[in-house]
């Protein structure tokens, strides 16, 4: 008799644990680089509220922002390997891995960051690129276009020469015909390499004036109408194939979605940034000459002939991929 009772004790246990991890569904980890404030995980915490609704809490995401679980470098890797589920990258930190998506990274005016990453988002659909073919992609957006922040004046284009400032990707070679030096790292050292003094400045979007405080140190911002940074969200292969098939709609179907979410927020989260820049540390603004305009734009013309060979050598059609980008960029203008 006792033995049976325990035994029924033993199974109503396992029953009861069995029914708990079922309601508890599936957790997801999701690493991040840059710091919490920063929009790369504003747009994290908003796709996890979005995900966990829908999906009626069947699945959690656990979030990890500030490179606690996977830094900017070994984030591709780190979710390949399965250390996170998901990961956030910016394309531009891996060199030569993404021939084709890199495409959004040239310098072809971008004004808008929605206009941007929908233009990412439905490249990464129509050409379906094997740069990611080892990984599930679950969103795509870019950097707001990008500006020159610094510790010293930048006035005129000839006060960039020789000047350290930290960029990545196309921004780099950009700036190195300028003059300037550009010193290749991810956003998330530079606030040390700016206290270092390694760097007197960097080149990106507004916002992180005011999510990693630069404005207290670079108080001169230059108006450049640089490249956007290309970000995608990735996710594990056979994380992703695991899930069940409704779960997978719920993620396929915020793809687009927050692609826009993110442009939006960041288009209108980039003036607040620079505005709250100019109350609380009176940060000067500078813009340059049309000529000094037209100058930057020739400085990026041969990073547009080099983004072709490029891609040309990865086996891709350069020509029409450009093209498609282009009309995508003029159609969601116009809209
Ligand atoms: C960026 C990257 C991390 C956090 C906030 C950010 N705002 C703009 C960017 C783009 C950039 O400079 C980069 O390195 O990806």
Redesign the pocket.
């Known amino acids: 008799m006792r033995k049976i009772m325990s035994l029924m004790a033993a199974s109503i246990t396992l029953a009861c644990l069995m029914g708990a991890s079922a309601m508890a569904g599936t957790t997801l980890t999701y690493a991040n680089f ?1 710091p919490a404030p ?3 995980c504003v747009q994290m915490e908003h796709w996890k509220a979005e995900v966990e609704k829908r999906t009626n809490g069947n699945i959690a995401v656990q979030t990890f922002p500030g490179s606690t679980l996977l830094g900017a470098k070994n984030m591709l890797r780190g979710v390949q390997t399965g250390q996170a589920d998901i990961g956030c990258i ?1 394309t ?2 891996y060199p030569g891995v993404f021939p084709l998506i890199s495409v959004v990274n040239l310098p072809v005016a971008f004004t808008s960051t929605e206009v941007a990453s929908l233009v990412m988002w439905d490249m990464f659909q129509k050409y379906q690129p094997k740069e990611f073919k080892d990984v599930k992609v679950l969103t795509m957006f870019t ?1 707001a276009p ?1 500006h020159v922040m610094s510790k010293v004046a930048v006035k005129q284009l000839s006060d960039l020469k020789g000047l350290e400032l930290r960029a ?1 990707g196309s921004i780099l070679k950009i700036l190195s015909g300028l003059g300037a030096q550009g010193v290749g790292m ?2 998330s050292q530079t606030p040390e390499a700016l206290q270092k003094g390694v760097v007197k400045g960097l080149v ?2 507004y ?2 004036l005011k ?1 990693l405080n630069f404005a207290e140190q670079c108080r001169y911002e230059t108006v450049t109408n640089l490249p956007v ?1 290309p ?1 995608a969200i990735i996710m594990n292969k056979a994380r992703w194939d695991a899930l069940p098939a409704e779960t997978k709609k719920v993620l396929d179907d915020l793809g687009r979605e927050q692609a826009v979410w993110t442009g939006k927020y960041l288009d209108d989260y980039t003036s607040q940034a620079l505005a709250w820049a100019k109350e609380k540390y009176q940060v000067e603004v500078f813009e340059l000459t049309d000529t000094e305009y037209v100058e930057i734009k020739k400085q990026g013309e041969p990073l547009i002939t080099a983004w072709k060979a490029d891609a040309v050598e990865a086996g891709l059609d350069a020509e029409a991929i450009l093209a498609e980008m282009l009309a995508l960029k003029a159609k969601y203008e116009a809209q």
């Open positions: 840059p920063t929009f790369p910016s531009a930190y950097s990008s990545s991810p956003m990106s979007s916002d992180v999510d940074y970000f």
